[in-house]
């Protein structure tokens, strides 16, 4: 750990950049209920109020604040993500590498199943299940994960598949060390770095995953405030918006605070997992 | 002999005050520092050294390269005339290739696989405008001929994978040769060959640079194949120059201290161990009819061989003779399709994960390459704590002085190195890390699978040492594979020649490598190089006589 610690301070200025905004979205997320001005769902003001006090950013079109909104959406969005985006790797990697550890049978079995679902447009698929399962939370997240885990598996199968032939891996079996230990000790350090900047790419895809659900209205429900729902429901106002003054383009600018929200985190998250690719995998400058 | 130097002409190459860093840890490290070379035509000069006297380098510079992350700091390379230094890309791409050409170490990573060896031969004439493809391949048949490869008009047409090490690497010569050029570099090109393979090699590339006239720097850190090749020889040590003379002059005297210890390597001899007499004494490991086959294909035959306590087993044979095949069969990574081994008097379970922790313990097995068999992410401590941590139950405290203790056995200081990641160890202290994992399990049977062959002479010879030492003070057994006989000559008490998965001859080793000889044993003994300037051509004169070549 104080390896990294030391690493942190020779981190190039894209990288800090990127841990920057990544903690500010932390810090939106974690305090929201004291950052948001008005509270998440309650009908604080006109339909459509343009961007002035009290309400910054102004209201959408129940009258709800929209920076509150987006404040509490941080909360809701980035964590559903992260949660799923963990849960999916947990599930990918500890499939992954028993396929590859294991070989034989567990390997075809696993690998097999993996194809099937890969070969449903994810999209859809997640769609008919979310159908199927109403749309609460918690099948929300259990859908993506197992959808993604599938990418992760793949992934974790081919990483670790080059590092099994390698002599310390023989030497630990020569041993007699435990399936458990070959992975945990001599496979997973070395498998660290894809599998770190997969969870960067990955989180981003999942993280538009849930909005594009949202959008769709199979996602978060509302009147839960989450970025991609936001998006959908504001929209249209980009066609209705007056560009000639600026009180009243900020009206048609709506949709693009949510969007924006997502692209920069996807931003900074990606320029972080470029940062640790570069350190873990030891490429010189 | 062909090489007169009596061509009083310009020197072809002249590199003068020759300067090299490389960049790592964010610091620049002299690699090559004051070097002068001064090449004739026609000349062949041979460097050697251990890995990092900037052998390498220095042959690139020749070419007016350095590799990614180098860069010439000071001093003057010029080719017939031409200065490389500073040159502009355009006329270095005009020499490179065309008049100098590049033979690397290894020649099955240096051709593309996705292509014919032919339309990788042609690339260098029609690029450079020198000829038609039509020609070009008729040349390289030409070539191919008198490189001795077989069926020359059809082997240019296979891919890289299709042709075996030792073809691969005359076809690279013969790319080299390509559009005549007046200088070739020989970065190690037969290190990654067997003795046999790597003499018919050295004879090809030897007639055809004498034929075609053609300079070469010979980079390699075998000393008894540069005496067959170089007219001169020049020594580095740590980017320095140690001396230079002829090749002849060097051999019968070298005048510096470190070039005397480089040739005193091969004198290593180990003290006889005195022969246990014991008739009735179980060996530690036997071995009765053991066949093994990797999926169909068979492997070994009917092996059957005995390990008595305390000594050394040498086995040799070239590659694909089944002797890692046989380590692995031992230590339970491949079961056997027939026959059994006893360890000890008892039968031994043919799969290692069947076998009590007890035995997996009493056998250890040490492999070629180091930089496979250490986790590059574990640090020393780690390496070496957990066999103690898992066979000994051994933690805290007296955990990590058994550490220290046995970091002190292998010669590496205790507190320089133990919290050192692989990485930051030279080869020869990596397979020393290696042997110290082995030997923390307390063996009574260790395998030694090629230790010494990624290794440089002189470390190889260190490693060689510490291994007798600890034989001698732990009363360890060895099996000792090899295809070095070099090394068979100076450790092994028993020998056991393979080929093709079956055991050719075997016995003490005064016998087996004393006439007279099985026709295998004396091709392997014939093939291995000598340090006399003339080996090679007694060699192929003898060959050539007994074959009716």
Known sequence: MTGWLARLREAPVSAWIGILLILAYAAVAIFAPLLAPFPETAIVGPQYHPWAAPHLLGTDALGRDVLSRLVWGARNTVGIALVTTMLAFLIGTIMGFLAATVGGRVDAVSSRAVDVLMAIPSLIFALLILTITGTSILALILVIAVLDSTRVFRLSRAVAQGIIPLDYIEVARMRGESLFWIIRREILPNAAAPLIAEFGLRFCFVFLFIAALSFLGLGLQPPTADWGSMVRESAKLIAFANFASWQTATFGLAPLLPAGAVALLTVAVNLVVDWILTVASGLKE | ?549
Not at chain 2, 112 to 123: D, F, H
Not at chain 2, 227 to 240: F, S, T
Request: charged share 30%; proline share 6%.
């Open chain 2, 1 to 549: 002999m062909a090489w007169d130097g009596n061509d009083d002409s310009a020197p072809l190459l002249e590199i003068r005050g020759l300067c090299v860093s490389g960049r790592s840890d964010r610091r620049w490290h002299e690699i090559v520092r004051n070097v002068d070379l001064v090449l004739r035509r026609g000349e062949v000069v041979g460097l050697i050294g251990e890995s990092g006297a900037g052998k390498s380098t220095l042959g690139l510079a020749a070419m007016g390269y350095t590799k990614a992350g180098c860069r010439i700091d000071r001093g003057s390379i010029r080719f017939d005339g031409q200065e490389l230094v500073g040159a502009p890309r355009e006329v270095l791409r005009r020499l490179r290739g065309a008049r100098i050409a590049y033979v690397a170490q290894s020649a099955a990573a240096a051709f593309n696989p996705a292509y014919r060896l032919i339309s990788q031969y042609c690339e260098g004439p029609v690029r450079h405008g020198r000829t038609s493809r039509r020609q070009a391949e008729a040349d390289a048949i030409t070539l191919y001929r008198e490189m001795r490869l077989p069926d020359p008009e059809e082997i240019g047409f296979r891919y890289p994978h299709q042709v075996s090490g030792g073809q691969l690497q005359r076809a690279m010569t013969a790319m080299a040769m390509s559009c005549r050029p007046d200088l070739i570099i020989f970065d190690e090109p037969t290190t990654a060959l067997d003795v046999t393979t790597q003499i018919e090699v050295l004879a090809a590339i030897r007639a055809i640079v004498r034929d075609h006239r053609t300079a070469a720097i010979y980079i390699t850190h075998d000393l008894a194949v540069v005496a067959q090749m170089a007219d001169r020889i020049k020594v580095l040590l740590r980017g320095e120059e140690v001396e230079e003379a002829d090749t002849r002059a060097m051999i019968a005297a070298p005048r510096k201290d470190y070039t005397k210890s480089l040739w005193a390597v091969r004198d290593f001899r180990r003290a006889p161990a005195p022969v246990p007499s014991l008739r009735g004494e179980v060996p530690l490991l036997a071995l009765h009819g053991v066949s093994a086959r990797y999926g169909t294909l068979p492997v070994l035959s009917d092996i059957d061989l005995t390990v008595r306590r305390g000594r050394t087993l040498a086995v040799v044979g070239e590659s694909g003779s089944g002797k890692s095949t046989t380590a692995r069969v031992i230590m339970g990574l491949l079961t056997p399709c027939r026959g059994t081994i006893d360890f000890d008097g008892q039968p031994l379970p043919p799969a290692c994960r069947d076998r009590p922790r007890g035995l997996q313990r009493r056998m250890q097995m040490i492999h070629q390459m180091p930089d496979t068999a250490l986790n590059p992410r574990h640090r020393i401590r780690d390496v070496i704590g957990r066999p103690l941590e898992f066979f000994l139950g051994l933690r805290g405290r007296a955990k990590e002085r058994r550490i220290r203790e046995l970091l002190d056995q292998i010669e590496l200081e205790p507190d320089r190195f133990i919290d050192r990641l692989p990485a930051e160890l030279s080869g020869g202290q990596k397979q020393r890390v290696c042997i110290a994992r082995a030997l923390a399990a307390e063996p009574d049977f260790i395998i030694c699978d090629e230790v010494t062959s990624a290794l440089d002479q002189l470390v190889a010879e260190g490693i060689l040492r510490l291994l007798d030492r600890l034989q001698r003070e732990m009363g360890l057994t060895y099996m000792f594979i090899t295809h070095d006989l070099a090394t068979v000559r100076s450790i092994a008490d028993e020998v056991v020649v393979m080929l093709g998965g079956r055991i050719v001859e075997q016995g003490p080793k005064d016998d087996v490598l004393a006439p007279p000889h099985h026709r295998y044993t004396e091709l392997l003994l014939s093939s291995v190089p000598e340090m006399d300037p003339d080996w090679l051509d007694r060699r192929l004169a003898a060959r050539g006589g007994s074959a009716g070549r």
